[in-house]
Structures are given as structure tokens and as C-alpha cells.
């Protein structure tokens, strides 16, 4: 059960005047978890640990998997297969989060999630496999985040890897909501680029496809 303490109780227990906190919450430092409809400012326990930089006995590590489609459910399986073996050899407790959805999707179930999570002091370390696992895009905004509540982010393989077919499905998407928003020459040349990438990625298919039946 969450306890939560006045501004003159919080003051105290982190050291600094109730009008230092009420400048804080002026200039968005650190606005109170909830505020009385009589005005009365109220701070939570999570707010005490972050202030206070004290980790939670029951903070966990998190490892994190995702593909970006359902046909790609074998190397989602490789992942977690990967990431548990290495969290069971470091011999600490974990929960793995899996997603299917575009590294540029910032909506996905198992993302939210993870993120809630974090913000609610829930997270020791979020281990990946590989650094675009976890956002194609917009990794260093959830690692700031992240940093917030004293949450680190662990990459197993730094190396750069990327399969051609999901990173071409991922520029289609970002081509296409370009082109919803533009008109005229603009978008039909988005368009135009769409179709030369999805033909591009066709052919290498059927190039493979050859090269494996030869």
C-alpha cells in the first residue's frame, strides 16, 4: 500500500524547506503525486526514492525481446532463448517482456509497460540483445528516462545488426505516414518510393530463394 506524506513530513525526511519543495513544483522539478482540492500537496513513496536515491528491495531486471511481425516468431524465440540464458547465468531474478511491432512504434503493449514500470521504481536494469531491440529509434530518450529512476540498460551484443527485411518494412511505414501527410508531387513521390522498396525486397527474396535452390 502506498503511503504518502504532506510537504512539511516530506520536507523533513529529504532535508529541504516545504518552500524549496513548493519551487520545485513551480519550475517542474518535482511536482507532488497529487495536490487536495483545498491545495494541500502530497508526496508518495516513490517520490521519497527517487529523491532520496534509495533502490527498492523488490526492484527487478527486466529483459526486453521484439520483432517487428508475426513472421519473424522464430528469432523472437532465438532472443528470449538468448537473453534468459544470460540473466540466468548472472543468478539474479527476472521477467521477460516480448513484443511484436515496429522499432518505430512507440505504442506497443510490452514497451508501455516496461516504461510504466520503470517510472514506478519497479526496474533494476532492462537487458536487450541488441541496442535496436528495444526502439529502432529514440533509444537514448528511454535510457534518459530510465537513468531517472536510477534504471540502468544493459545491451548484451553491441554490434550492429539489422535484418534488411524488417528495416525495409520499417522505412515503408515511415515513408507511407509521410506521404498521408503530403500532397500532390510530394506524395507521389513518397509513393514511388514506397513501390521501389517493396520491389527491391521482393527481388532479393526470390534471389535467395534461387540461390537456395541451386
Avoid at 536487450?128 to 529512476?149: C, M, N, P, Q, W
Amino acid at each position: 500500500m502506498n503511503k504518502y506524506y504532506s510537504i512539511h513530513e516530506f520536507s523533513k525526511i529529504i532535508g529541504v524547506s516545504a518552500q524549496t519543495l513548493r519551487n520545485w513544483d513551480s519550475n517542474g522539478k518535482l511536482h507532488p503525486h497529487h495536490t487536495t482540492a483545498s491545495g494541500y500537496r502530497y508526496y508518495s513513496d516513490e517520490q521519497l526514492n527517487q529523491v532520496m536515491n534509495i533502490k527498492p528491495k523488490n526492484r527487478i531486471t527486466i529483459g526486453y525481446c521484439r520483432v517487428s511481425s508475426y513472421k519473424q516468431k522464430d528469432d523472437l524465440e532465438r532472443q528470449i532463448y538468448n537473453v534468459k540464458t544470460y540473466l540466468m547465468a548472472k543468478g539474479q531474478p527476472f521477467e521477460i517482456i516480448t513484443d511484436i511491432g515496429s522499432g518505430i512504434n512507440y505504442k506497443k503493449k510490452g514497451l508501455q509497460e516496461l516504461i510504466k514500470r520503470i517510472s514506478q521504481n519497479q526496474v533494476e536494469r532492462v537487458v536487450v540483445l541488441h541496442k535496436d531491440r528495444l526502439l529502432r529509434f529514440g533509444f537514448e530518450l528511454v535510457e534518459y528516462i530510465a537513468s531517472l529512476y536510477n534504471c540502468e540498460i544493459e545491451i548484451i551484443d553491441n554490434t550492429e545488426k539489422s535484418e534488411q527485411q524488417e528495416l525495409v518494412e520499417e522505412l515503408v511505414q515511415i515513408i507511407t505516414v509521410s506521404s498521408c501527410k503530403s500532397q500532390g508531387k510530394r506524395a507521389n513521390k513518397a509513393k514511388k518510393l514506397v513501390q521501389e522498396l517493396i520491389q527491391g525486397e521482393e527481388s532479393n527474396d526470390k534471389g535467395n530463394k534461387s540461390n537456395a535452390d541451386t
